[in-house]
């Protein structure tokens, strides 16, 4: 018997498909909020979940890793009475099955739920999965373990993969695992960096050259994506490729033949592209400035790896694991790691992500010598300043609440009244510009001032057309 769990607040909703799981033969399972819900998904076998965005204690698409996590997750679909497409391509970025506007058709809604369920049964009797090789990988996060679902994804495939995301998240090491659990683990990964190349050298590096085709060319050369006959390519920051070389690519890339630099046949290259960049290539391609032809090859898989800001759970994991690896390096005894350490680390806003960290705990180490224990006063002193800064900014504004515009006057309004809709919008709109001015800003400062996820602060702030 196939199980649904509805997580809504509103008891008539929870009762309409508590009747209609009966007439289904379903078993039902309801949760009039978050975190009911959640402990229900962790203890039960379920199948689908009917999820609301708007619940009393949380976002409900802020759950969305920790429900998909595991590994048969249950099916979402997401039901609830805000139309936003922002929400929606939220949801169905995090793996929702389908969104669905209250007050959605009962016909619509049970088409949707009945081909969940059927799609969920069939997934289940799959037995041809392989684990996924992932040495080098270190993290549970339920983002993490999201990117590692869709890298299982894309090793099984033959096609480009794109991999986006900050600097310093992980992009090559995230393709080197594709490369290592896919058909062509046997042949060469290939990886050249597109931003530390000029265009003349760049067309030479890819594609080779014949002796004499230019001054320095003194013997015959290959060119990598020769090199990656029968393996991968990987092209790091492709967004910084130029777009004479973007042009010859994309032919390479359709027709795996291409001809190097001063020859006259063309050479032919089996090779599976991988792709990385931390810029945004679609607002690079609506300006002109990348080829919207490449972009659609490139992102035939897309794969975007979360910062180490979203992710934090596996910041302890990473900080042990390569504090054991450098004591190895160094020959050192394994160092023990105080409470204000890791509270430091998790504090610290980790603009360069996994790398950031990396060289941070290098130098903690250096600076502990042979102490067996590091502190927070082992690391470096910008990390400190920035997390002991933001604790006194943060300090600073709790002790200072929102001074929302008091109304002038307790008489009714005069003249025409507005409808609710628009009075509760103006409402809104001057809450955001008090929210604004007094964080001055800070995202942070305002998810902690205004106790909304982040999901629907950036919904609210789309839908009053204000830019952070």
């Not at 964080?439 to 204000?466: P, Q, V």
Request: hydrophobic residues 40%; glycine residues 8%; proline residues 5%.
């Amino acid at each position: 018997m196939s199980t649904i769990l509805v997580i809504d607040d509103d008891q008539e909703i929870r009762d309409t498909f508590q009747s209609l799981s009966r007439r289904m033969h379903y078993r039902f399972l309801g949760a009039g909020n978050l975190a009911d819900g959640l402990a229900l998904v962790r203890s039960e076998a379920v199948d689908v979940v009917l999820l609301d965005i708007r619940l009393p204690d949380g976002n409900g698409l802020d759950a969305l890793p920790d429900i998909r996590r595991g590994d048969n997750p249950p099916e979402v679909i997401i039901l609830t009475g805000l139309g936003d497409p922002d929400g929606a391509e939220m949801a169905i970025s995090g793996g929702a099955w389908d969104y669905l506007v209250k007050p959605a058709p009962i016909k619509q809604t049970m088409l949707s739920l009945t081909r969940a369920l059927k799609y969920h049964k069939e997934k289940g009797q799959d037995v041809s999965t392989v684990s996924l090789r992932r040495e080098a990988i270190i993290g549970s996060s339920p983002r993490m373990e999201a990117c590692l679902d869709l890298v299982a994804q894309a090793s099984r495939l033959t096609g480009p993969v794109l991999i986006t995301g900050e600097t310093g998240t992980g992009k090559e090491l995230m393709a080197r695992t594709i490369h290592q659990n896919s058909p062509r683990a046997t042949g060469d990964f290939v990886a050249v960096d597109c931003a530390s190349l000029t265009e003349t050298l760049l067309e030479s590096t890819l594609f080779g050259h014949r002796k004499g085709s230019f001054t320095g060319a003194d013997q015959d050369r290959p060119g990598l994506v020769k090199l990656a006959d029968g393996g991968t390519l990987f092209l790091d920051e492709v967004g910084e490729m130029p777009m004479g070389i973007q042009k010859a690519f994309l032919r390479v890339l359709q027709e795996k033949r291409f001809r190097p630099v001063g020859a006259s046949a063309e050479v032919q290259s089996d090779f599976r592209l991988i792709a990385a960049t931390n810029r945004d290539l679609e607002e690079m391609a609506a300006r002109g400035e990348f080829r919207q032809d490449l972009l659609f090859r490139l992102k035939t898989f897309v794969i975007a790896l979360p910062s180490l800001r979203e992710r934090r759970e596996d910041i302890k994991l990473l900080t042990l694991s390569h504090l054991d690896a450098l004591c190895q390096r160094y020959g050192l005894p394994t160092k023990g790691v105080g409470t204000d350490f890791s509270d430091m680390l998790m504090a610290y806003s980790w603009p360069g992500n996994v790398r950031e960290l990396f060289g941070v705990l290098e130098r903690a180490l250096a600076a502990a010598g042979m102490e067996p224990t590091l502190y927070a006063k082992h690391l470096p002193p910008e990390v400190r300043i920035q997390v002991m800064k933001a604790s006194i900014e943060r300090g600073r504004r709790e002790e200072t609440p929102v001074q929302l515009p008091v109304p002038q006057h307790k008489e009714p309004c005069a003249g025409i009244l507005p409808t609710l809709k628009a009075f509760k919008e103006s409402k809104e709109r001057e809450y955001l510009d008090a929210l604004l001015f007094q964080t001055e800003r800070d995202l942070t400062a305002m998810l902690d001032t205004s106790g909304l996820s982040r999901s629907h602060l950036y919904a609210l702030l789309k839908k009053h057309n204000i830019v952070l």
